[in-house]
């Protein structure tokens, strides 16, 4: 997921987060602040981490308000530390308060996840073997959690079901057999697609070799067993590991010599980042 891509989908569903936000109006906010009146904050980040979404953050107030100005002092994919001056923001005092929370869960949201890819990327460094996201996001963030792994380090699987052609086993159940799904595949899908079969034994990894398949997926499998499917493939096609694959088990897998390890942790279990808009003036 690149920068063009983002922007390309970004509006419509920030827009969306902010009326999920403000139904009506910002009740608290017109009661303390009737008029318009330039004001200042300050983006403050609260703990160490990598930073990603500034573009996001400062895309939710020009949406309320296209006169509202950031001025930055970092960039995303930047390691930022506990007390750091990130940004300031300026403009009218009721955007400011009205756009703070949908653009704070933004930035805290996709620097949880920077972060937590860094880490596990970090352990997989000079190995040779590259981390995958997955399709497993929060609904309507995909584009922005999958921009976060990559600016964390990692790299992007298939964006969507459009995307690539992922026989997993339900697929193959439908279709009968690994054979019988992946001819199905070829038949079927664009020829400049890979094909890449999920697989739970070696004589599934074995029958994926020898229906041709582009890459093969190795679920939840022991570290043994899939030592045992690598040299079994042989180079014939790309592998994959797969499988409840987080920060903690990662280094068991790191000698197993798979060309991927794919982790739905990157984007359903990374924590958030704490940071926080503070210290809002009026300015003349």
């Not at 308060?97 to 352990?123: D, F, K, P, W």
Request: aromatic share 4%; hydrophobic share 40%; glycine share 8%.
């Amino acid at each position: 997921m690149n920068e063009i891509t983002m922007k390309l989908n970004a509006d419509r569903l920030i827009r969306e987060a902010l009326a999920e936000d403000i139904t009506n109006e910002d009740i608290t906010t017109n009661a303390v602040m009737p008029e318009a009146r330039q004001g200042e904050v300050e983006l403050i980040c609260k703990q160490d981490g990598i930073i990603a979404g500034l573009g996001v953050f400062e895309r939710v107030f020009q949406l309320l308000d296209e006169s509202v100005s950031v001025e930055f002092f970092c960039q995303d994919g930047d390691e930022v530390v506990s007390g750091q001056k990130m940004a300031t923001v300026t403009g009218d005092i009721r955007v400011l308060l009205s756009g703070e929370r949908t653009a704070l869960n933004y930035l805290q949201r996709m620097s949880g996840i920077a972060t937590y890819t860094h880490s596990v990327a970090a352990l997989l460094e000079g190995s040779g073997t590259k981390l995958l996201d997955t399709r497993k996001t929060t609904p309507n963030m995909r584009v922005f959690e999958k921009y976060a792994v990559k600016v964390g380090g990692g790299c992007n699987h298939r964006y969507n079901l459009s995307d690539g052609v992922l026989l997993k086993d339900n697929h193959i159940g439908a279709a009968g057999s690994v054979a019988e799904a992946v001819r199905m595949a070829k038949e079927y899908a664009p020829f400049v697609r890979k094909i890449e079969v999920e697989t739970e034994n070696l004589d599934m990894v074995r029958e994926a070799v020898e229906a041709g398949a582009d890459i093969i997926m190795l679920d939840n499998m022991p570290p043994e067993v899939m030592r045992k499917a690598v040299a079994l493939i042989d180079g014939r096609a790309e592998t994959e590991c797969s499988g409840n694959v987080t920060k903690e088990n990662v280094a068991e897998l790191i000698d197993i010599g798979v060309d991927y390890i794919s982790s739905g942790a990157l984007t359903h279990s990374a924590p958030i980042m704490d940071i926080s808009l503070k210290h809002l003036h009026p300015v003349e």
